[in-house]
């Protein structure tokens, strides 16, 4: 009877407390827990909230980038830190992989705050949870949402450069292929829609969205550019991007909030003004209107946003996972243990 009682009470926080009840429906989630290190190393999560503080404080873009190293890490293998990993004998990096080459930062933060923990732990924090711990702190020092992020995870013995060019969305990818992308995943359209979100933060570089400015395709530009109503932002990416050249000049992927984490993004492609073409690809080649319903939600409910964009970052978080005796615990990010 204790035992009812005590299920009934943790059942009632579990449905009050906003930070506790996003949990994902991945299969995953029965190998990952909450507080994982509570008695392992008490103090991990704080390490790693600190540094993430200290280092988006001296540069604000990391917040963005720390969060699309988690994404990129996830989408390749699964969220098993195999992102971090340099190249070695027989193996490439994902660093030099297409989508992640001189475009993927953060990876000093990382190291630091690994040094730190094997100072603390030794070989205890894997990785990969720094990598989803400072994710969400990221996020949350931007001004977004707080989850209870679930750990256990191990980190892979390999990388993937194959993977990662072939399996991490292209920034001009359609609609069809984006929903693709992510059931690769395990990943439906509610998530899509919610971690596309994550382009509130950031910056692209003129190469990602040249073909937005340039190539006169509808689903580039919401199919109204037919009576002017998005000259005036595409005149902008124009002066920033130019039809050749300047391949690195960056433009923010949110100009109206660009440093801080709300729901702009969806008001940004709902006007035509997404950066990106897989930005605006959501509205314009969304036939049946159902993605379109949920942007018109986030644009005009920031907190369901926060709540659907928590969800799905944990349901990410737990993609292919390794836990128990698969893969280690590295003692360095960018090395497998000797």
């Known amino acids: 009877m204790e035992h009812m009682k005590l299920l009934l009470i943790l ?7 906003p930070s506790l009840t ?4 991945n299969d995953n989630d029965e190998v990952l827990v909450h507080e994982y290190y509570k008695d392992k190393c008490p103090l991990a999560e704080e390490i790693v909230r600190h540094n993430v503080e200290v280092a988006v404080f001296k540069d604000p873009r990391l917040a963005a980038s720390l969060l699309r190293l988690h994404f990129h890490d996830c989408f390749v293998m699964g969220c098993d830190a195999s992102v971090l990993l340099d190249s070695v004998e027989g193996m490439a990096s994902e660093k030099e992989a297409g989508p992640n080459k001189d475009s993927l930062r953060g990876f000093e933060v990382i190291d630091k705050i690994k040094y730190l923990l ?6 205890t924090v894997s990785c990969a949870d720094i990598l989803a711990i400072a994710a969400r702190d ?3 020092l931007r001004g977004g949402p707080r989850w209870e992020v679930l750990l256990g995870r191990k980190d892979s013995l390999e990388s993937s450069f194959s993977g990662a060019n072939l399996l991490i969305p292209a920034p001009n990818s359609s609609l069809e292929a984006l929903i693709n992308n992510f059931a690769q995943q395990g990943l439906d359209i509610r998530d899509l829609v919610a971690l596309s979100g994550s382009h509130t933060i950031g910056r692209a570089r003129c190469v990602s969205f040249r073909q937005r400015i340039y190539q006169e395709k509808q689903e580039y530009h919401y199919g109204y550019d037919r ?3 998005y000259t005036s932002f595409r005149r902008i990416l124009e002066s920033v991007c130019p039809v050749t050249g300047r391949d690195n000049k960056f433009a923010p992927l949110d100009y109206e909030t660009p440093k801080r984490f709300d729901n702009h993004y969806f008001i940004n492609i709902l006007q035509g003004n997404g950066l990106l073409g897989s930005d605006n690809v959501l509205i314009s080649q969304d036939y049946d209107g159902k993605i379109t319903e949920m942007v018109w939600n986030y644009a005009s ?5 926060f709540k659907s964009f928590a969800k799905s970052m944990i349901k990410m978080g737990s993609i292919n996972v390794l836990t128990g005796d698969e893969g280690q615990i590295r003692k360095n990010c960018r090395f497998v243990n000797a």
């Open 11 to 17: 059942t009632t926080v579990l449905l009050n407390t």
């Open 22 to 25: 996003l949990s994902s429906d």
């Open 118 to 123: 094997e100072e603390e732990c030794p070989l």
């Open 138 to 140: 990221a996020v949350l």
């Open 227 to 229: 009576y002017n109503r």
């Open 301 to 305: 409910n920031e907190e369901l946003f």
